[in-house]
């Protein structure tokens, strides 16, 4: 297998010492061996076909980086993420790294991360998730402030001078607030994550928030507690797709609710069907608008509209 291929393999498949085959494949010949073109185009060719890869370590202690680059994301990461991590992973390969990924289920998986990172060499560290609930926001942040070249997507907590991206999700909320009241809707419902704890909040649903306080107000619509509700759940949707159904009920049936912004496009589309099979018109009775702009939002009738959080930027914002 590639893992147990040797430079003293190549070497005696070529007939040369394990010293020239480390000149043409380690990054240097200052050890003064002297080796042909034609000789280095055979080692190549020989590594090529048995499938050598160089042991990072020792690239390590010869001075070259290990084109490594550490991403961290959720434990349970929507489709927006996924789609960020897909154009990460194209942007990056270009400029010659690779992806070392790795999934944060709580605050302190973390630590493992810092050291296989630390170890193998890492030369940067993206950090898609990085705030938990009922935990110390800095946490993550901290540990990672072992490591050079650290870029979060979203301000982290307790980090001064932190390099980070954040994508403008309040006037996103806030634009599409004022697309819906010029419409004449009255009642404006969110979808969020966790209504109904407000401490546990990340930046994300914080900035949505401020956006819809904001719209309200824009338009002279009052703010009602009722029209912002929610399930922790639903980020994981098609696990429980009934719950659209309930959020029907709830924001439109009880509440009379003629709009919903929805907290992501798969959630959306579930409320479309949901309000459908209750009989209830698409978007002459209720509007609904979705978020992240992802391909499902096309399939519904009528087509749905959406919030696009422009991940091809944020991509090559963090990717810079």
């Not at 907590?157 to 006037?171: E, H, K, M």
């Not at 990340?202 to 401020?210: F, I, K, S, V, Y």
Request: charged share 25%.
């Amino acid at each position: 297998m590639a893992a147990n291929i040797r430079q003293i393999d190549i070497a005696r498949k070529v007939g040369v010492s394990q010293r020239t085959v480390s000149a043409v494949l380690g990054s240097t010949t200052a050890n003064g061996v002297r080796v042909s073109p034609d000789t280095a185009r055979q080692i190549r060719e020989v590594a090529d076909r048995l499938g050598y890869t160089p042991y990072s370590p020792a690239q390590l202690m010869r001075g070259k980086g290990s084109g490594l680059i550490g991403v961290l994301i959720g434990d349970s990461e929507g489709n927006a993420q996924q789609r960020r991590l897909a154009l990460l992973d194209r942007l990056l390969w270009r400029e010659g790294f690779r992806l070392m990924i790795g999934h944060l289920h709580a605050p302190r998986d973390v630590d493992a991360y810092v050291a296989d990172f630390l170890g193998r060499g890492a030369e940067g560290v993206v950090c898609i998730r990085h705030e938990f609930p009922a935990s110390s926001s800095s946490y993550v942040p901290e540990r990672l402030s072992r490591l050079r070249h650290v870029v979060y997507l979203d301000p982290p907590s307790g980090i001064t001078n932190a390099c980070f991206v954040q994508p403008d999700r309040r006037t996103g909320i806030r634009q599409a607030m004022a697309h819906l009241a010029g419409c004449g809707r009255k009642r404006i419902g969110l979808i969020t994550d966790n209504p109904n704890r407000a401490g546990r909040r990340g930046t994300p649903m914080r900035e949505r928030l401020a956006g819809y306080t904001e719209g309200l107000a824009d338009a002279g619509l009052a703010f009602d507690p009722v029209l912002i509700r929610g399930d922790k759940r639903l980020a994981e949707i098609d696990l429980y797709p009934h719950l659209a159904g309930i959020m029907v009920d709830d924001l439109v049936l009880q509440n009379g609710a003629d709009a919903v912004l929805a907290n992501n496009d798969a959630v959306g589309v579930r409320l479309i069907k949901a309000l459908q099979a209750k009989h209830i018109r698409v978007p002459e009775d209720v509007a609904v608008i979705g978020y992240d702009n992802d391909p499902v939002s096309l399939v519904t009738t009528p087509e749905m509209t959406t919030i696009d959080h422009d991940h091809h930027r944020v991509a090559h914002e963090l990717t810079d």
